[in-house]
C-alpha cells in the first residue's frame, strides 16, 4: 500500500513541473525560457552564419548555390535581429526589471507569458519554411525583391508573418515593461534612483512602441501588394520602392538601438559592482540613453544615402547621425571613469564589458565615415558596412548579453560559472570576433560588395576571407564554451549566496535563486545603491563587517 501511494504521488509530480512551465505567468521563469529559447535561435543563426563563410572561404567555391546562399543570408540576419538580440534583452528585462525595482511580478503577468508564446510561434512559422522554401530576399526585404514576382514562395509570406507575430510580442513585452517600471517600484525608488539598467528597458521599451506600429504598416503593405492587388510599392504602377525604405528604416535604425540600449544597461550595472566604485555621473548616462533614443528617431535616412533623395536631406541626416556620437560617447567615457583607479575585480563579466567598450568604439568610429554621404556613396554595399554592422550589433548587444549572463547566473541558478572557462570563452570570442570582422573593413575598402556567395582567385580578396572564416569558427567555439560552461555548472558550479558579488541593486536582497514571491519585505530605498544601505544598516545593528564578498572568496579560491 505503501508503495502504490508513493506512485501516485510521484507521477502527478513530475508531470505538474512540466506544466508549470508551459503555464507560467512568474516573470522569472518567463525571463529563463525567453533566454533559452533566443539562444537556441542564437545556435541556428551561427550555424547559418558559418556555413555561409565557408562558401566564401576560398574563391569559385561551389558549396552553396547563390540561391541558397541568399535563403541563408535572409535567415540569418532576420534570426540574429528578431528572433535573438531584441527578445534575449527582453529575457533578461523580464527576469530582473521587476527585482530590480522591488516588485512581486510584472504588471501584467499573463500578458507577459502571451509575448513569450508569440515569439515561439514566429519563430516555428519562420523556419517551417525549410521544410519547403525559405526567403531569399534579405532580412530589410526590399522591393522587388521581396515582390511576389520575384519571390513567389510562401516564404517571403512566412517572413512577413514572423514580423507581425515578433511584433505584436515585442510591443506587448513594452507596455508591460511600461505600466511596471512606471507603477511599481519599491518606496524611495523615485526615477533619480532608478537603476541604469531599468532606465535602459524603459527607454527600449519606449522605442518599441514608437518604431513597431511602422513596420507593421511596411510589411501589411507589402503583403497586400503580393497577394490583393495593391501596389504600394510597384513602380510600374506608380508605387515606390523608396517608401519601402522610408517605413523600413524609420523601424530599422531605432531597432538598432532598441538592440544595444539594454546591453549598455547591462554594462551600467556590471562595470561598479566590480569596480568596487559607484557609477561615474549617473546623470549623465541615465540622460544619455534618452538622447540617443531621441536622435535614433530622425537619422533613418543615413541607411538610404544611395537612394534617390535631396542633397539637403542627406546633409540633415549626415550631421543628425554625427550627433548620436555625443552621448554614446559620453556613456563610454563614464564607463572608463568608473574603472579609472577602481578596485578591479577580474571577473569574466568584467572582461566582456571592457571587450564591449574596445569593440562598439570601433563600431561608432567606422560608423561616422559612413554617415558622411559621399564616403557613403563608396563604401555602400560592400563589406565595409558588413564589418561596421557587426562592430556595432556584437559589440553594443552580444558581449553586454555575455557579461549579463556571467553577473547574473549565481542569482538565476544559485551557482556560479566556472570563471577559467569564462575567460576562455571571453578570448577565443574576442580574438575570434577581430579576426572575422576586422578584415573585412578591408575587403570592402578594396570592392568587395555584400549578398556576393563567390568571387574570382584574382581579386585580392582571398586571404582576407580565409582570415575572416577561421576568426568565424573561433567565435563559434568561444560561444560553445559558455554555452558548456552553462550545462556543467548548473549541476557541479560552486555554491553561491544571496549577495555573491557584494551588488548594489536590489535582486541581491532575495535569496539565489529568488522565491516565487520575489520579496517577503520590499526594503525601502535611500539611495541609488540600495543594497549598500542594507549591509551598512546590517553591520551597524550586528557590530560585524563583511569585507570580502563570496564571489571575491570563490575567485580567489
Not at 550631421?319 to 578591479?344: C, E
Not at 544598516?537 to 569585507?547: D, F, M, N, S
Request: glycine share 8%.
Amino acid at each position: 500500500m505503501p508503495q502504490v501511494v508513493t506512485d501516485t504521488v510521484f507521477v502527478p509530480r513530475r508531470r505538474l513541473r512540466w506544466i508549470d512551465w508551459v503555464t507560467t505567468t512568474d516573470h522569472k521563469r518567463i525571463g529563463i525560457m525567453y533566454l533559452v529559447l533566443t539562444f537556441v535561435f542564437f545556435i541556428l543563426g551561427g550555424v547559418e552564419a558559418l556555413l555561409m563563410r565557408v562558401q566564401l572561404s576560398v574563391p569559385s567555391n561551389t558549396l552553396l548555390s547563390g540561391e541558397h546562399y541568399n535563403e541563408l543570408l535572409t535567415m540569418h540576419g532576420t534570426t540574429m535581429v528578431f528572433l535573438f538580440v531584441v527578445p534575449v534583452m527582453a529575457g533578461f528585462g523580464n527576469y530582473f526589471v521587476p527585482l530590480m525595482i522591488g516588485a512581486r511580478d510584472m504588471a501584467f503577468p499573463r500578458l507577459n507569458a502571451l509575448s513569450f508564446w508569440l515569439l515561439l510561434f514566429g519563430g516555428v512559422v519562420f523556419y517551417a519554411t525549410l521544410f519547403w522554401q525559405p526567403p531569399e530576399a534579405g532580412w530589410w526585404s526590399y522591393p522587388p525583391l521581396s515582390s511576389i514576382q520575384f519571390s513567389p514562395s510562401g516564404g517571403q509570406d512566412a517572413w512577413i508573418f514572423l514580423i507581425h507575430l515578433t511584433g505584436i510580442s515585442s510591443l506587448l513585452g513594452a507596455i508591460n515593461f511600461y505600466a511596471t517600471i512606471a507603477n511599481m517600484r519599491a518606496p524611495g525608488m523615485s526615477w533619480g534612483r532608478l537603476p541604469l539598467f531599468v532606465w535602459a528597458i524603459l527607454v527600449y521599451a519606449i522605442l518599441l512602441i514608437i518604431a513597431l506600429p511602422v513596420v507593421a504598416a511596411a510589411v501589411t503593405m507589402l503583403l497586400a501588394d503580393r497577394h490583393f492587388g495593391t501596389h504600394f510599392f510597384d513602380p510600374v504602377a506608380h508605387g515606390s520602392p523608396v517608401l519601402w525604405q522610408h517605413l523600413f528604416w524609420f523601424f530599422g535604425h531605432p531597432e538598432v538601438y532598441i538592440m544595444v540600449l539594454p546591453g549598455f544597461g547591462i554594462i551600467s550595472e556590471v562595470i561598479p559592482v566590480f569596480s568596487r566604485k559607484p557609477i561615474f555621473g549617473y546623470k549623465a548616462v541615465a540622460a544619455s540613453t534618452a538622447v540617443i533614443a531621441f536622435l535614433a528617431t530622425l537619422v533613418w535616412a543615413h541607411h538610404m544615402f544611395a537612394s534617390p533623395v535631396p542633397i539637403v536631406v542627406l546633409g540633415f541626416f549626415m550631421l543628425s547621425s554625427f550627433l548620436i556620437g555625443i552621448p554614446t560617447g559620453v556613456k563610454i567615457f563614464n564607463w572608463i571613469a568608473t574603472l579609472w583607479r577602481g578596485s578591479i575585480l577580474p571577473t569574466t563579466a568584467l572582461y566582456f564589458c571592457v571587450g564591449m567598450i574596445a569593440i562598439f568604439t570601433v563600431g561608432g568610429i567606422t560608423g561616422i565615415f559612413l554617415a558622411v554621404f559621399p564616403v557613403d556613396w563608396q563604401l555602400n554595399d560592400t563589406y565595409f558596412v558588413v564589418a561596421h554592422f557587426h562592430y556595432t550589433i556584437f559589440g553594443g548587444a552580444i558581449f553586454p548579453v555575455f557579461a549579463g549572463i556571467y553577473y547574473w547566473f549565481p542569482k538565476m541558478s544559485g551557482r556560479f560559472l566556472n570563471e577559467r572557462l569564462g575567460k576562455i570563452s571571453f578570448w577565443l570570442v574576442f580574438i575570434g570576433f577581430n579576426a572575422t570582422f576586422l578584415v573585412q573593413h578591408a575587403l570592402g575598402l578594396s570592392g568587395m560588395p555584400r549578398r556576393i556567395y563567390t568571387y574570382e582567385p584574382n581579386l585580392g580578396w582571398s586571404t582576407y576571407n580565409l582570415i575572416s572564416t577561421i576568426g568565424a569558427f573561433m567565435l563559434g567555439v568561444g560561444v560553445l564554451v559558455t554555452i558548456v560552461n552553462v550545462a556543467r555548472s548548473l549541476k557541479v558550479g560552486a555554491i553561491a549566496g544571496p549577495d555573491p558579488w557584494k551588488g548594489n541593486t536590489l535582486e541581491w536582497f532575495t535569496t539565489s535563486p529568488p522565491p516565487p514571491n520575489n520579496f517577503d519585505v520590499i526594503p525601502r530605498v535611500r539611495s541609488l545603491e540600495p543594497m549598500r544601505d542594507i549591509r551598512r544598516q546590517i553591520e551597524r545593528q550586528t557590530g560585524a563587517t563583511q569585507k570580502t564578498g563570496g564571489g571575491e572568496r570563490f575567485l580567489r579560491a
